[in-house]
């Protein structure tokens, strides 16, 4: 794994990280390819189908300046599959008893997931430098984390669910966000037919949207 200072940077670059679900290994590697061309510096391959680990470890091989994080982590055996398969981060939907255990026994980079200010406040003292916001648009959006930046200003949120190119600045110009997660910079339909010209092309224009915020 990472380290916190690697991704803080990576996100600093560009802090717009690809949430992605990938069906076929064999993209992994025009995958990555595309996304660094268009200046992406990090993605999150969701742990959601059969070639989820394969993608990730192939995907870990292409390039350093490509951080690969594994989502829908859940369980003791998800981090450590995910760990051996080469993720660069770890990143929850939630965060249950036993999974923040199986957590607890790992350094490293680790976005688990709130959506209540109480989860945040639990989750910063147990010692997460920056949490993901999920499900963010149904969770209370934009609105909600700017809520929380006064009473809450040490605590770094990446929002990820619903974000869009439409409203991936309204998160960006928070004070206490530090990168969006969104999945419009490919697409299963753009993945399947080989179109990784597509996918840079919505990686760069990603990549200039984190820039004007």
Known sequence: MKTMTAFRAAIDKA??????????ADHAEPLAEALLRGGLSSVEITRRTPAALEVIRRMSHVDDRLL???GTIISEGDVDASLKAGADFLVTPGASPLLLDALSNHDGVILPGVSTASEAMARFDEGYG?????????????KFLKALSAPLPHIDFMP????????????????????????????ADEMASGDWQAISD?????????RRV
Do not use: C, Q
Request: no cysteine.
């Open 15 to 24: 802090p717009i990280v690809p949430v992605l679900t990938v069906h076929e």
């Open 68 to 70: 690969v994080g594994a």
């Open 130 to 142: 920056v949490l993901k916001f999920f499900p963010a648009e149904a969770a209370g959006g934009a």
């Open 160 to 187: 990820t669910g619903g974000v869009t190119p439409e409203n991936a600045a309204d998160y960006l110009s928070l004070p206490n966000v530090v990168a969006v997660g969104g999945s419009w910079i490919a697409t």
């Open 202 to 210: 919505k990686a760069a224009a990603a990549v200039k949207l984190g």
